[in-house]
């Protein structure tokens, strides 16, 4: 039997908080985690790009997870995004009708991200925006930050923007592209580092 001297801390084993993984990238990714919209639905739009570390290189193995609310800004209530088939347990993914407004998705060898959901509604005196989870080797603790979209009016009333150094807000606003999609970078450290969010 080995006792462990917790006032000893070269004889307490790590745990997953503890230690950096990335264990997630294999059970955490589901087929078409970053297809939230429904299928054809015309509020549709794209979000994507890259996770990058301090060196200003990108992250393969990172890990984002969205949240966004509907189009009038209304939270879903709706049962999950990773449904099973209830016979055999087998993933049946999402069912193409309904909005979750939440997905999962991992970086490619590139570092590269994408989603499609739908452009969110404002919530209350916030503009609009995609609650973002980040999760990534080096990191002990996942981050949380948000996308904004440029252009929108409310932008200069946000009440969190309204709390970011007017030369980082830039960081978390993402940019429409000649294509019609949105890029957002997630910088985890260094010049353009993204402001990340802490919660109380």
Avoid at 8 to 25: D, I
Avoid at 165 to 189: N, P, S, V
């Amino acid at each position: 039997m080995t006792t462990i001297d917790i006032n000893n801390p070269e004889s307490v084993l790590p745990t997953p908080s503890h230690t950096v993984g990335p264990w997630y990238g294999y059970a955490l990714p589901f087929e078409g985690g970053g297809d939230i919209a429904p299928v054809g639905h015309p509020e549709t739009i794209a979000v994507h790009g890259y996770v990058y570390d301090g060196n200003g290189a990108p992250v393969p193995d990172a890990f984002v997870e969205v949240w966004g609310a509907d189009p009038e800004g209304n939270a879903s209530t709706i049962d999950g995004s990773m449904r099973r088939q209830p016979f055999t347990g087998g993933y049946l993914g999402r069912n193409g009708v309904e909005f979750t407004g939440w997905g999962r998705i991992e970086t490619d060898a590139n570092g590269h991200w994408a989603v499609r959901t739908l452009r969110p509604g404002a919530r209350g005196e916030s503009a609009p925006y995609l609650a973002v989870v980040i999760f990534s080797r080096g990191l002990l603790n996942h981050l949380y930050t948000r996308i904004y979209f440029a252009g929108d009016e409310a932008l200069a009333t946000d009440p969190v923007l309204r709390q970011v150094d007017a030369e980082r807000r830039d960081t978390l606003i993402a940019q429409r592209q000649a294509d019609g999609t949105y890029r957002f970078d997630i910088r985890l450290q260094g010049e353009g580092e993204t402001v990340f969010l802490e919660f109380t």
